[in-house]
């Protein structure tokens, strides 16, 4: 067998070796030599400079100049773009699949990937575009299965599949069936018979995603390329495919919860702001379309919750967050969180104990945004705060100052207290994007008003209008009152 002549480059140094070592000799660091194919004759080096001049025209090698165009004078072929038929996906993609374009769409195992392109291929067959599902990583009859299950689409099993790990076979099929859509699940399971790498090695993905890339341009094939995650959230493989591809999604959630998000984290044919909500139910993925609906009606009355009125892109999102603060035995005491990230924790944290005089250095404390939704913005700062505060002081949130109704004791229930705001290191609260739409929101929902930078410069204000008083007579900081 005839293998392509490859060598083994530094990431980092660009050093090559003719094998594959743990550290590189170049620059001493570990595991960063790949392999990649090499030209024959000119060799590695040529790229490092070694090659001589060759006379008249060297610059270029003796290769003819191209000529550039005026971008005026460019012609753009606006072809319409494929509708997947499901409004969320065809949102965060921002307006359907582009013709030709390459997609990357990455999750953790079991979230829910490949049922989210059986959908996605089986809309698209049934509205008779050729579509193709490659699978090197369950057998025709395995995605069988999971086509018969998706009873809401009656494309599922009209979408013709190929169960191949060769990358030849597959570019050789896509040539000669020139699907409009083809989904690769996943690119961690397809190689290059020509590269000796495993497959999924950083070496072969990238030269799987290339070539790959190369008949998708040509033959105007939309293709989504399946990616898995590693432990740490990161796309598994180099993160050169990042950069390769025409747009990369995110497909996240907790497993054992119903909800996905899917997110865009980079597009070049829309935004990266849209994020679209899913439900896996026993018959594939339900659209959300409402999803602030869902999350205020399944909101809790308890200390410790509060609903924040976040952004998901361009679309104003109510989610619940929930707090968690007990006495800790452990030194540092445990920060954990769901959805928000750590170090936001930690400020809120520090500005409560600082500005609001309320101390957490000796208490656990446990922050969840409900139904596995991530909210990585500034706005949620205010959220964690309330709901912190008001689990460490054991009182339900409400708006009715001291004499908040009592779900304990049998009073009308109040409505959840809704609020957004960025925390500032010196006890403000700062304003954030669209205040406008997540106040109306809010009162979409009959959650008005809302605690607010507007309505609070401080955090110290907002305790004190969203924290009724404990009742006279009670304990001074100990748990709630159940
Ligand atoms: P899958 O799409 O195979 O996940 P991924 O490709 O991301 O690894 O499916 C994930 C899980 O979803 C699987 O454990 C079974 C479950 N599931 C449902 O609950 N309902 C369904 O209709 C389908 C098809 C799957
Ligand atoms: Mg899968």
Redesign the pocket.
């Known amino acids: 067998m005839a293998r392509v002549a490859t060598a083994h480059v530094c990431s980092a140094c660009g050093h090559q070796s003719p094998r594959w070592l743990g550290q590189c000799p170049g620059c001493g660091a570990w595991g960063t030599l790949n392999e990649e194919r090499v030209e024959r004759g000119g060799g590695g080096a040529s790229r490092r400079g070694g090659g001589a001049a060759r006379g008249p025209g060297a610059a270029g090698r003796g290769a003819p100049a191209g000529r550039p165009t005026r971008l005026g004078d460019v012609t753009t072929s606006r072809v319409p773009r494929l509708q997947t038929g499901l409004a969320e996906v065809d949102r965060v993609l921002g307006g359907g699949l582009v013709p030709g374009s390459l997609v990357l769409l990455g999750?953790?195992?079991?979230?829910?990937?490949?049922?989210?392109?059986?959908m996605v291929l089986g809309r698209l067959a049934d509205a008779g575009r050729r579509t193709l599902y490659v699978s090197g990583?369950?057998s025709a009859s395995q995605v069988r299965l999971?086509?018969e299950?998706?009873a809401g689409i009656p494309g599922a099993l009209d979408v013709p599949i190929l169960a191949e790990t060769d990358l030849d076979t597959v570019l050789s099929t896509l040539e000669q069936e020139r699907p409009d859509v083809c989904v690769i699940?996943?690119v961690q399971t397809l190689h290059d018979a020509e590269l000796s790498g495993a497959p999924g090695s950083v070496g072969q993905v990238r030269e799987v995603a290339s070539r790959l890339m190369g008949v998708a341009k040509r033959l105007d094939i939309a293709t989504v390329l399946?990616g898995h995650v590693t432990k740490e959230g990161a796309l598994a493989g180099p993160r050169v495919l990042e950069h390769l591809v025409d747009c990369v999604l995110q497909?996240e959630g907790e497993?054992e919860r119903?909800y996905r998000t899917l997110r865009a984290q980079k597009n070049r044919f829309g935004s990266t702001n849209e994020a679209g909500v899913f439900e896996?139910?026993?018959?594939?993925?339900v659209e959300v379309l409402d999803p602030s609906a869902r999350f205020v009606g399944e909101a809790t009355r308890a200390p410790g919750s509060v609903v924040l009125c976040a952004m998901e892109g361009s679309r104003p999102l109510l989610v619940e967050v929930q707090a968690l603060v007990s006495p800790s035995e452990l030194v540092p005491p445990r920060r954990v969180c769901n959805g928000i990230d750590r170090n936001r924790l930690a400020l809120v944290l520090a500005v409560l104990g600082r500005h609001a005089g309320l101390s957490t250095s000796t208490s656990d404390v446990f922050v969840n945004v409900v139904g596995g939704i991530r909210v990585d913005e500034p706005g949620a700062d205010l959220a964690v705060a309330l709901a912190v505060a008001s689990a460490a002081r054991g009182v339900v949130p409400g708006l009715g100052g001291p004499g908040a109704p009592d779900p304990q004791a049998g009073a009308t229930v109040a409505p959840p207290v809704a609020c957004f705001g960025e925390v500032g290191l010196t006890g403000e609260l700062r304003g954030v994007a669209h205040g406008d739409r997540r106040l109306s929101e809010a009162r979409k929902f009959g959650l008005d008003p809302v605690v607010s930078p507007e309505r609070c410069p401080t955090l110290r204000d907002a305790l004190r209008t969203a924290l009724p008083r404990r009742p006279q007579g009670g304990g001074r900081n100990g748990p709630g009152r159940e």
């Open positions: 999750g953790s195992p079991g979230i829910g990937k490949s049922t989210l392109l059986n990583e369950e999971r086509a299950r998706l699940d996943s399946v497909f497993r119903t896996m139910h026993g018959s594939g993925l």
